[in-house]
């Protein structure tokens, strides 16, 4: 599948958009929002949504920044894995999303050079403030906006017009380390579960964790039915919390009405 001009043009306004909106507080920077866009953009939805998701499983866990760790940028698997996936059929979504990883780190590094170089624009929209110009306050407030919106949409432009190159290149790997690719990448998604359990390994959440194992493993319940039971723990946990502080809040009242009198 080649990709056109238009296509290209489209996917890095799309980019440049989805990059900028975590300045905004949306999630828009994410594998399955960045995918959903290319691949309605390249008429393609259920191979993007494949790569999407199993970016979103992996960075689920690797994707939470643990002390001064920055992990891969989502643009990875969401940009340059879903325009894999979806213009070489001979590449399936977890190949796709293990070739897109070394992308994800060098877009890591642009990104986090734009945060470095953008650390005087405070200081700067500072002093505009203080000199009473609107102006130059809005310029350098939004600045990292501007930058994000802009690096995103190279990104993406540069990701779509070097597609057929990258498959081209692609074509040369021997199948055997294609086939290790898939392996690797249908394994990165259990460790992004893994780490997660780690953190929620605590003695009140095992019963829970135990429970969902069972259900999968041994009662063979889809995930959509597995996701039910644990929202109706959640639902259940939740009243439970909120009625326990209602009773203490109300107590607390009381004593302190006691204390008035």
């Keep these: 599948m080649e990709i056109t001009l238009t296509q290209a043009i489209l996917i890095a306004l799309w980019t440049g958009f989805a990059l900028s909106g975590q300045l905004l507080g949306i999630y828009t920077n994410r594998s399955l929002v960045l995918s959903f ?18 970016g979103e499983l992996a960075f689920m866990g690797f994707g939470v920044t643990p002390g001064g760790t920055i992990p891969p940028s989502p643009l990875g698997p969401g940009i340059f894995g879903t325009l894999l996936a979806v213009t070489n059929p001979n590449i399936d979504p977890t190949a796709a999303f293990s070739l897109s990883i070394p992308f994800a780190i060098a877009i890591q590094f642009a990104i986090t050079t734009i945060n470095t170089l953008m650390s005087f624009s405070p200081s700067l929209a500072k ?3 203080i000199n009473g110009d609107d102006r130059k306050f809005g310029f350098y407030a939004n600045l990292s906006f501007y930058l994000f919106i802009i690096v995103g949409a190279i990104i993406g432009f540069v990701a779509a017009i070097s597609t057929s190159s990258v498959n081209e290149l692609v074509s040369k790997i021997p199948e055997f380390i294609t086939n ?17 359990l780690s953190n929620m390994l605590r003695k ?4 829970f964790i135990a429970l969902g194992y069972v259900l999968a493993a041994y009662l063979e319940l889809p995930l959509m039915g597995v996701a039910i039971f644990a929202a109706f723990f959640a639902i259940y946990d939740y009243n439970r919390k909120k009625d326990s502080s209602d009773q203490v809040v109300d107590k607390e009242e009381r004593m302190e009405f006691v204390d008035g009198i």
């Design 37 to 54: 866009g290319v691949g309605l953009i390249l008429g393609d939805l259920k191979t993007a949504l494949a790569v999407g998701a199993i």
């Design 127 to 129: 002093k505009a403030l």
């Design 180 to 196: 290790g690719l898939s392996m690797a990448g249908a394994m990165i998604p259990a460790v992004g579960f893994a780490m997660i």
């Design 204 to 207: 009140e959440n095992i019963a």
